[in-house]
């Protein structure tokens, strides 16, 4: 049953999905999607000419790759927009600055020059008025253990290769980050409180939430 009707969700609706490497972002997207009957876009993970080198050695590797993503990015903000809406994003534009990129600087993996021209071609890009925000930011956290299990279960070498201490700071940086998040509005969910794997029907209170978070944020909109 499309629960987009059921639930009155605005079929322009463009919901991001946000959290760290493992917590279950392209899994909810699809089950999302396919609830809502959304277009989905994700990242390209097998088709990324950098991903791999990236993780054998941050240092040469991290800008070009934070540029690929942005540009990659980019073009899905696109697609949405001339689409005009009705979709499920597996990770947001924000998380790019906000934690890789901006982590790969502090810890000395990124230099200073390549950080400043990145974030002044982020801010270019993004922070202007004909950058359309998500409507919905969906939040997914969980414990540093069950991420890394699922890191592991999952199964990508290079991911398995990472020493454990990357995930941990990753992990630290995205509660910081979301407690000052304010780009669009968030909906949090704890990854204990729902399992899309072995339950399809979990998702059907995750949509039920998700739109009377919209239904409110949308008359409070409508009030201002
Ligand atoms: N609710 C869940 N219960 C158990 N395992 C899950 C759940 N959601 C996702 N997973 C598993 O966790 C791993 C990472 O999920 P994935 O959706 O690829 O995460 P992300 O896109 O955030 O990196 C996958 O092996 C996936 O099958
Ligand atoms: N902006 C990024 N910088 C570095 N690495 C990134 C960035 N965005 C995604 N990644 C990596 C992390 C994972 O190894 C893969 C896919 O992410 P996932 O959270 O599994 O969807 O890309």
């Given at each position: 049953m499309n629960l987009r009707k059921k639930y009155e969700i605005p079929n322009d609706t463009v919901i991001t999905i946000a959290g760290t490497v493992g917590v279950g972002k392209s899994t909810m997207t699809n089950a999302l999607a396919n609830a809502l009957d959304f277009r989905t876009s994700f990242e390209k993970v097998d088709t990324n000419p950098y991903l791999d080198k990236f993780y054998n050695d941050f240092e040469r590797w991290s800008f070009h790759l934070q540029i690929y993503f942005l540009a990659e990015r980019f073009k899905e903000q696109k697609r949405i927009f001339e689409y005009g809406g009705g979709f499920v994003q597996d990770r947001s534009i924000y998380e790019d600055t906000g934690i890789f990129a901006k982590m790969h600087y502090e810890k000395g993996t990124m230099n200073k020059v390549d950080y400043e021209t990145y974030t002044s071609l982020f801010e270019a890009m993004v922070l202007t008025p004909y950058f359309p925000h998500p409507d919905l930011l969906i939040y997914i956290e969980g414990s540093l253990d069950d991420i890394l299990e699922r890191i592991q279960v999952r199964g990508r070498p290079m991911e398995q290769q990472t020493p454990i201490e990357y995930w941990k700071e990753m992990h630290a940086r995205y509660e910081e980050w979301i407690n000052h998040f304010n780009a669009c509005p968030v909906l949090r969910l704890n990854?204990?409180?729902?399992?899309l794997i072995n339950n399809e029907e979990s998702i059907e209170p995750i949509v039920e939430r998700i739109a009377s978070f919209l239904h409110q944020t949308r008359k409070l909109r409508l009030k201002v």
């Open positions: 990854i204990n409180d729902y399992d």
